[in-house]
């Protein structure tokens, strides 16, 4: 080669070692180089496997003596990894990290910048290895990542197949670690659900009372209920705050508050803990004196009674055991020979249980419209975004805090395969039910919307400029729900948070950002194949295009694809993929929105123009 055209492209491509990321574990294993040590797999080591699986291979193993649960083994991992909510939960402090220059990179080719390195110890049987972990601060469903420095420092082999890490122990035998398949199926569906979560580390006396591949328990229960966990609805990570001796009863506070304020919030939660419901019992719910739910049924209107069908075993037993459990609380009476009658509906939730809706469709057609009117969405939003200091409640089953109208419980009566009952609470389903609601959150919470909180139905949020003010305004609101018995569901609520997803978006003291978990849905989808999709993916666009500009310019072709089409008509065409294609394009580069100063419900500014090299920031009387 020509020397001249050598030193050209050794200056264009080479790099500078500093500018090189290169993670080496920091101690390697001195093995005695006279044996030749093998490490084999066998069919016995598939038993207890599930197969066939493609499920990643993630441990339980301790770090520094502390037992750290979710670590997933990557072999296509160049770098040992260490999240800092795991880094948090050890223990440790920033002053130990080390500085990273360079960037991470993965598959998306968005850079990743590191909080720095650090060397802790890692367990392994009884084998003890140094090694650098890079700290990053993005959301995963794992604690940590061990790539392939710690696999040829331990001289271990790993089988994603058999489901285990096999190396050759201090004593000179064969040792292995074994991974947990539930826990790998349970937080890769987590891994494309959530955005964030909580992290879990338990702290034993030692390495040997904790055993690998043990499923972590789990802490957030409520997922029966309407309505999402709080991990889904705060963005930084939460603090569980335990206040029994079994840890069944906790509050979730931000994981950002210092220590002091932390105590302080904490030490108000439970001074005002009867505001909180954690079983039905505990919620006798609203007086009727103070709101109660009409159904209005029109003059002359013949009641309807719906045919008992038939059911399969499975939907019978979960329709049986809902009854048990609303009978139990309190929420349902048996009836006899009832006017009005209805069937439920089971339908299967994402986690694989049932939920039991009742059919009253031939009900609420003989309803008027209730026209209370619920809050614009985006002027709620508009109003929380640019507060320091947030606090998301959610009601504890809403909808059953208020009494149903005597004269129309009878009406609400459903049938199952043990007998006939009605509610005696305002159940899910019903017509003008979230009028209803807003009309007693209106009635209830006058003087404080708009001013230090937020409702839309049984979702709220107490929003603070000044963090000194949050438990200030956290008492005018609990006040009145002392005074009402409105109850609310700790395991539900997050307290003390500066940024978190309500409504469908991200409120921040920035602004409003888009919900990530949304950009990626629509990123990640495929071209639609049939007119339903097509509909889903205008849906999903018309939940952003508050931060697109003409955004119903780039989805036209969807809808012009669908229009006067039938399921076997439908064409998905070109010009539909460089629609998708560009809209995919602009959810990539969102940035936040800001509303006008001052002004409550004022029009975002800015979306993120396509004509338009750079977006300006400010109030409106600055453009």
């Not at 994981?255 to 304020?261: F, P």
């Amino acid at each position: 080669m020509d020397p001249s055209r050598a030193d050209r492209l050794h200056k264009e491509f080479c790099h500078p070692s500093h500018e090189v990321m290169v993670v080496q574990p920091s101690l390697k294993r001195k093995m005695d180089a006279r044996h030749t040590w093998e490490i084999t797999f066998t069919e016995q080591d598939l038993e207890g496997v599930s197969l066939p699986h493609n499920d990643a291979l993630v441990l339980s193993i301790p770090f520094q003596r502390k037992m750290v649960r979710r670590v997933l083994v990557d072999q296509g991992s160049s770098a040992e990894i260490l999240y800092y909510s795991a880094f948090q939960a050890l223990g440790l402090s920033k002053d130990r990290l080390s500085p990273v220059d360079a960037p991470l990179i993965g598959f998306s080719g968005i850079p990743i910048y590191p909080l720095g390195k650090i060397e802790l110890p890692v367990y392994a049987g009884s084998v003890q290895l140094d090694v650098e972990f890079i700290v990053v601060n993005s959301p995963s469903p794992y604690n940590a990542i061990l790539g392939r420095n710690w696999l040829h420092g331990m001289r271990a082999v790993a089988s994603t197949l058999h489901r285990c890490v096999r190396f050759i122990g201090e004593s000179g035998r064969q040792e292995t670690i074994r991974g947990d398949q539930m826990v790998s199926k349970k937080y890769f569906v987590n891994s494309i659900r959530r955005a964030k979560e909580v992290q879990w580390i338990e702290v034993p006396e030692s390495p040997e009372e904790s055993k690998p591949g043990e499923i972590m328990r789990e802490e957030l229960q409520g997922l029966e209920e309407v309505g999402r966990p709080a991990s889904d609805r705060a963005v930084e990570d939460l603090v569980q705050v335990p206040i029994n001796e079994d840890g069944t009863r906790f509050f979730l506070v931000g994981s950002e508050l210092d220590e002091t304020e932390r105590d302080q919030l904490v030490q108000f939660l439970k001074g005002n803990i009867e505001v909180f419901a954690w079983t039905p019992y505990e919620m006798p719910g609203m007086s009727p004196d103070v709101i109660r739910h009409s159904l209005n049924v029109g003059p002359g209107r013949r009641p309807v009674v719906q045919k008992h069908r038939r059911s399969s075993a499975m939907h019978a037993d979960a329709v049986n055991k809902e009854v048990e459990c609303l009978l139990d609380a309190g929420a349902i009476r048996e009836v006899q020979y009832p006017t009005w009658l209805a069937h439920p509906v089971v339908v299967k939730k994402k986690n694989g249980k049932w939920r039991v809706c009742i059919d009253f469709t031939d009900l609420n057609d003989t309803c008027p419209k209730d026209s209370f009117p619920c809050p614009w969405i985006n002027q709620l939003v508009d109003a929380t975004a640019g507060y320091a200091r947030l606090s998301f409640m959610d009601a504890y089953r809403g909808y059953h805090q208020i009494a149903m109208n005597e004269e129309d419980q009878e009406k609400t009566a459903f049938i199952t395969s043990n007998g006939t009952y009605c509610y005696l609470v305002k159940p899910f389903g019903l017509k003008n039910a979230e009028a209803t609601f807003q009309r007693m959150i209106a009635l209830l919470f006058k003087g404080l919307l708009g001013r230090v909180m937020e409702a839309y139905i049984d979702d709220m949020v107490a929003k603070s400029k000044d963090a000194a003010d949050h438990l200030v305004h956290l008492g005018e609101i609990f006040n009145v729900l002392k005074r009402f018995g409105l109850k609310l569901n700790a395991e539900k609520c997050a307290f003390g948070v500066g940024s978190g997803k309500f409504l469908g978006h991200l409120v921040t003291h920035r602004g409003i950002e888009a919900d990530p978990s949304q950009i990626k849905a629509i990123q990640e989808l495929r071209a639609p194949t049939t007119v339903r999709e097509v509909q889903r993916l205008a849906g999903m666009a018309a939940a952003l295009n508050r931060f697109i500009s003409k955004s119903s310019d780039i989805c036209r072709p969807f809808f012009q694809s669908i229009k006067g089409s039938s399921r076997r008509s439908f064409q998905w065409t070109a010009e539909c993929d460089r629609a998708l294609s560009e809209l995919k394009v602009c959810l990539s580069q969102v940035p936040p929105t800001r509303c006008a100063e001052g002004r409550r419900g004022a029009l975002p500014l800015p979306r993120c123009f396509r004509a338009c090299d750079k977006c300006h920031f400010g109030p409106a009387t600055e453009h």
